[in-house]
């Protein structure tokens, strides 16, 4: 069946370092949304990219869709505490949604 | 405006049990989609519902049901509970659709099965 594999499944960097996790669909997506859990929290939207190859940037966080609509990428640039949770990356395709298991950022000082 | 609530917060059961889970969408939103999160297999999808009826459904056994109100208020029904029921179970709403729309999510319901 359709899959969304992201990874990895844990990140810890020191505070001002990058991230970046990385989801992969089996089939092409007809759009990928990424949302953000922090700890004991629910999901929160961050973005949708909807076409092939966009990119689009929120402050220190870049999201990428590839050009076969099957990967997609989000990168934190100089990460700080507030950036700590879980990023899920959630594609959609036949009126169906298959979230990755996200990867947890843990932070430290 | 008021967010996604879900109600019960927390909700300990036994084997064998029956549950019903309740939430109300934000003002306005006529879709509310419900999932089930553990951590092994993270967020899968259970079924959507729009105007009160059942648009999409995921792979879930017909123990897991759902309905919707016509105040597109949504409740889910767990019945014949097992151990591996045992999740956080949270609804989202939005405002049209699924899919080409962010969806609000709702602070969950943390169903423990004994």
């Known amino acids: 069946g359709q899959q969304v594999m992201q990874i990895p499944q844990y990140q810890h960097v020191q505070e001002g370092e990058d991230f970046t996790t990385y989801c992969n669909s089996s089939?092409?997506?007809?759009?990928i949304q990424w949302y953000k859990q922090r700890p004991g929290g629910h999901p929160v939207f961050l973005i949708q990219?909807?076409?092939?190859?966009e990119v689009k940037k929120q402050k220190r966080l870049t999201f990428q869709f590839g050009e076969a609509k099957k990967n997609s990428s989000l990168h934190i640039t100089a990460t700080q505490t507030t950036d700590v949770g879980t990023y899920f990356c959630a594609g959609f395709r036949d009126d169906k949604i298959i979230f990755g298991k996200g990867t947890r950022l843990h932070i430290l000082p | 405006k008021a967010g996604v609530t879900q109600t019960p917060r927390y909700l300990i059961k036994t084997r064998g049990q029956q549950v019903t889970l309740s939430c109300s969408p934000i003002?306005?939103?006529?879709?509310v989609s419900w999932y089930q999160q553990t951590p092994g297999q993270g967020l899968q999808f259970l079924f959507e519902?729009?105007?009160?009826?059942?648009?999409n459904k995921g792979n879930f056994p017909g123990r897991f049901s759902g309905r919707q109100f016509s105040n597109s208020r949504s409740e889910m029904n767990v019945s014949t509970l097992e151990l591996g029921d045992s999740a956080l179970y949270l609804c989202?709403?939005?405002?049209?659709?699924?899919?080409?729309?962010?969806?609000?999510f709702g602070s969950g319901t943390q169903l423990s099965v004994l």
């Open positions: 089939t092409t997506l007809s759009n």
């Open positions: 519902y729009f105007s009160e009826t059942q648009r």
């Open positions: 990219l909807v076409k092939s190859g």
């Open positions: 003002s306005g939103h006529r879709s």
């Open positions: 989202a709403s939005s405002l049209h659709g699924f899919g080409p729309e962010k969806l609000f």
